[in-house]
């Protein structure tokens, strides 16, 4: 695949779920998505950046999601779906994958913002399909599926300076 130059159009897809849970879980952090952003693009030309969110009645996300926005994402919300058994759910995996198809012919490298191995099929089509693919996420909890599947991977662990609050 192409490597990074400065005329490649870029486009940045964050799974927060995935991405607030793998920081809270190992930091008991937020992720800092202004440096998330500003690392995915790399200097190059950004096209669209969508960020996945879960609505679930918590008193602080919508100042997060106009955050976000403010930041320069564009935010997707889903409602958690509560279930008669009381369990709940909630993701993105088919509405990212879709846009990444979707924008594919618009870009020339997709960024995956997420550790998800549900992804390393989404990976391997755009692959296939001649779009550059990056994922960035956490190593020490993205799966090794994902990781393989990319172009290239940014291990988030590896700079919280920049990637955590």
């Known amino acids: 695949m192409s490597d990074i130059h400065p005329d490649q159009r ?20 937020n992720i800092d998505y202004s440096g998330l952003l500003e690392a995915a693009v790399a200097d190059r030309s950004l096209v669209r950046a969508i960020a996945y ?4 009645d918590s008193p602080e996300e919508e100042s997060f999601f106009e955050a976000l926005r ?11 779906k509560t279930f008669a058994d009381g369990s709940k759910k909630a993701d993105w995996d088919l509405g990212m ?10 870009v020339d490298t997709v960024v995956l913002c997420t550790g998800d191995g549900d992804f ?9 399909e001649g779009v550059r693919v990056e994922a960035m996420g956490f190593g020490n909890s993205a799966a ?13 662990a590896e700079d919280e300076e920049t990637f955590l609050l």
Do not use: P, W
Not at 53 to 56: F, G, Q, S
Not at 144 to 156: G, K, R, S
């Open 10 to 29: 870029v486009a940045v897809l964050a799974d927060s779920q995935n991405l607030y849970h793998s920081a809270q879980s190992v930091y008991s952090r």
């Open 53 to 56: 969110v879960i609505r679930a």
């Open 70 to 80: 403010d930041i320069g994402f564009e935010t997707k919300i889903k409602e958690i």
């Open 97 to 106: 994958s879709l846009d990444a198809v979707s924008l594919a012919s618009h």
């Open 120 to 128: 390393a099929r989404l990976c391997s089509h755009l692959r296939h």
């Open 144 to 156: 090794d599926e994902l990781i393989e599947a990319a172009d290239d991977f940014v291990d988030l």
